[in-house]
């Protein structure tokens, strides 16, 4: 209803005020409105968090921890599993490719 069109093969993407957008369990996404377009791309499915604000991409583990002993390990994070972001975010605002 509010003319932001998202795509994508994750379980599901939360967009917060076109500023953040995090994508859970999936590979990419494509996010456009008035003529923007901006698409996140990655080799393997994953949790990923990108922010208007920075152009940094964090890829978070599909897996958060593992329980053996008695206790939680973490699972390291992929280092950024072949994720890139290019074109330009809804309601302006480039990004470089």
Not at 18 to 45: K, S
Not at 55 to 61: M, N, T, Y
Not at 64 to 79: E, I, K, N, V
């Amino acid at each position: 209803p509010d003319g932001l069109e998202v795509e994508s093969d994750g379980a599901f993407v939360v967009v917060k005020d076109r500023q953040t957008v995090t994508l859970v369990g999936g590979t990419g996404l494509t996010m456009a409105e008035d003529g923007n377009e901006l698409t996140l791309e990655g080799e393997a499915v994953a949790t990923v968090t990108i922010r208007r604000d920075r152009e940094d991409i964090a890829v978070h583990p599909v897996i958060a921890h593992d329980t053996y002993g008695g206790a939680d390990h973490p699972r390291p994070a992929p280092s950024n599993a072949g994720f890139r972001m290019r074109g330009t975010w809804p309601a302006g605002g480039v990004v470089s490719e």
